[in-house]
């Protein structure tokens, strides 16, 4: 359990868009003490968590909302939303191969100049681009 | 006729040790048989998505038949060994 400032630094979202996500529907009402102030459970968080991964991969907060539905009581989910589901799921899939293939690149890029700063061929190559680039 | 065994070696531009990897399997590719291998370079930086697909970590490498055969360098007597066994299996 914990207070929204708690929440806000652990997650790095502001104290306002928690309060948003509130009042919009994407979180149930969340407990308050009698003093008012809000107290985040532990599924609270995870379905922040779950709004702020959705949102990186570029989900609009409606999407967001049905999908937390659907992610509440997927048994009980209408077709429309399964089917949003699946075409979100297609999209994380392509999003993984495409960061997998750069995680590789990168990867091979940084072997290729941990062994010698002084003559790292991607510099050289990127000097060569800028250079043609000039002539061009 | 048989299909040529496909070697390339995918090199840096500042890379010591892809020179003595381009004599080695040069020596060892006249030893065997030139005319049943083709033998290519290929600098990683022009062809950066090749290299990613086979899974190139460092140079030198060297793909035979668009494998990667050996992500770092191998020693004379594994590389001739290597050659002599692929050119042994019919295609």
């Known amino acids: 359990m914990a207070q929204i400032g708690e929440i806000s630094r652990q997650l790095n979202i502001s104290v306002d868009t928690l309060r948003y996500y509130e009042k919009i529907g994407l979180l149930p009402p969340v407990y308050r003490k009698p003093s008012g102030i809000r107290v985040y459970g532990r599924k609270d968080i995870s379905r922040i968590k779950f709004i702020k991964r959705s949102q990186s991969m570029g989900f609009s907060l409606d999407e967001i909302k049905k999908l937390l539905r659907f992610r509440e009581a997927p048994q009980n989910a209408k077709p429309e939303v399964r089917q949003l589901a699946g075409t979100k799921l297609q999209e994380i899939e392509r999003h993984l191969d495409d960061l997998k293939i750069l995680q590789a690149e990168f990867r091979l890029l940084i072997n290729l100049c941990t062994d010698d700063d002084e003559n790292c061929p991607i510099l050289d190559a990127m000097d060569e681009g800028s250079t043609n680039q000039k002539d061009n | ?91």
Do not use: W
């Open chain 2, 1 to 91: 006729m048989t299909e040529k065994l496909k070697i390339e070696l995918i090199t840096g531009t500042t890379c010591p040790a892809c020179v003595t990897m381009k004599a080695r399997l040069k020596a060892v590719i006249d030893e065997i048989d030139p005319t049943r291998i083709s033998y290519q370079e290929i600098d990683i930086l022009e062809d950066l998505d090749y290299a990613v697909k086979l899974g190139v970590l460092s140079t030198p490498a060297i793909t035979i038949n668009g494998r990667l055969a050996f992500s770092s360098p191998p020693s004379l007597k594994r590389l001739r060994h290597e050659l002599q066994q692929q050119l042994a299996v019919p295609k």
